[in-house]
């Protein structure tokens, strides 16, 4: 038996076979196959545009797949419902960054339009249609969403009067001299899965034991681990400086006079925290990456 995985194709697909990487799992994708290989005999993985994973899960075609939180909402706008469809890990990573993105309503620089209120009447160009369409409905304004199939920024004000567009940085945004006006939704990457393919109880703990590993990958990314060495007498000191993902472990030394310590740190605090360590008396302190963290 196995479990038929999708894997997100396009901007999504190196962020998440690094992170199929540090969770454990070796993918490799071929230049010109859409099935990739992985270094698990259990799983059979197939290459989907995130734009269509929905779809697939939800029909059974897959077990289960990484898409976008704003795609699984553009598929339960279109169907009406997300029954078949459920989601196992919340995975916040993206093409650039660890990070949710936003899709956006963004007009140009001069325009006249202030909210989304004042668009009544105008043309809307996005590529996430029915759930830009399911946004003005709920706040009761008629506008026509056309599908856009690629290079959005550059058709407002001609080819449409807003935009609803996916950004990151919004740098994008700003080289084409647009303004966002709202947000129409945030989204991340999620694990999801088929209903009927969890009553299977296999499937069910191989989905679950890939989300926990998925998880534990993310929640390692920006930290590393800590060891050091502290007196006793000063050991007070030393924790006090340390800000801990739980609680330091303290450990004896074969010297009663000494003690181990051992935490986790954000990554960005290290340079500024070994000085004052070292300035509180600890010893032998040792810095290490992470792979996997499971909470």
Known sequence: MKVRLGIPKGSLQDATVQLFARAGYTIYAGSRSYFPTIDDPE????LIRAQEMARYVADGVLDAGLTGLDWVAEHHAANGTGA?????????YAKQSFGKVRWVLAV???????????LHGATIATELVRATEAYFARKGVQVRVEFSWGATEVKPPVLADAIVEVTETGSSLRANRLRVIDTVLESNTQLIANREAL????????????????????????RVGMMLNVRRAELAQVLSLLPALQRPTVSPLSDDEWVAVNTIIEERTV?????????????????YPLNKIVI
């Open 108 to 118: 140009p620089e001069d325009s006249r339009y202030q909210n989304a209120e004042d």
């Open 43 to 46: 799983i059979e993985c197939m």
């Open 271 to 287: 340079r500024d925290l070994i000085p004052r360590l070292k300035a509180a008396n600890a010893q032998g302190i040792v810095e």
């Open 199 to 222: 009553a299977d109880a296999w499937k069910a703990t191989k989905l679950d034991n890939i989300a926990v590993l998925l998880k534990a990958a993310i929640e390692a990314q920006g």
């Open 84 to 92: 078949s469809i459920v989601s196992l890990a919340d995975l916040i």
